[in-house]
């Protein structure tokens, strides 16, 4: 999957392409390369930020404190990297929650 990579120390990177104010956070699929996330939050404050590292945490089942925003504060696009996890791992909970959305 092109939105996902590995860094030289084996933490998972994931490219996002986020949409803010949306009725609800969710995976919504592959956009240009990325994996895009529609989350609630708005883009003011670091709330938007907030709650992709949430959800993402939720979704890839590992603490908040494992996922990080590497680059992007600002920006719709974003590079997220997530320890305590493969890229095997990580790959295969996010299909499964994409699967989840679309038979919704």
Known sequence: MPYLTLSSDATVLLRLHV??????SRLIGLHDSCLKLAVAAPPVEG????????FLAAVLGVPARDVTVKSGLQARRKVVAVKALTGIEARTRIERSLASTNEK
């Open 19 to 24: 949409q803010p104010k949306a009725s609800k």
């Open 47 to 54: 709330k938007a930020n907030k709650e992709v590292v949430k």
